[in-house]
């Protein structure tokens, strides 16, 4: 299963994240290396939320990663969360849809024939 963990990053977050980020990113590394994250970062203009994906049997390891961030722990993290991401497209999706063919020719808009 896939689920998100969200922060909601405060306003002076880029100001005050290099003191720790090393310790962070070395965190995040782990949890890689343990098969837990797949991928992080930081939302971009504005940057007020970061998302970081994991892969999981429960949101437990996202939920255990938050509480032990030094972002989070430093206040840098205002509020975050973890919401479980029911993927259904991509290589990685958890719950791929069916393969059907794809329509033929071109696609209109509902009710134009």
Do not use: K
Request: with cysteine.
């Amino acid at each position: 299963m896939h689920y998100l963990l969200i922060y909601h990053v405060a306003g002076d977050y880029l100001q005050r994240r290099e003191a720790y980020r090393g310790e962070h990113l070395a965190r995040a590394l782990a949890a890689v290396e343990r098969g837990e994250l797949v991928l992080g970062g930081a939302l971009s203009e504005p940057a007020d939320c970061a998302v970081l994906l994991f892969q999981a049997d429960s949101p437990e390891p996202a939920r255990l990663f938050a509480e032990s961030d030094p972002y989070v722990v430093n206040g840098l993290v205002q509020s975050w969360e973890v919401r479980p991401w029911l993927t259904v497209v991509g290589r990685d999706a958890q719950l791929p849809l069916p393969r059907a063919p794809l329509p033929q020719g071109p696609i209109r808009p509902a009710g134009e024939d």
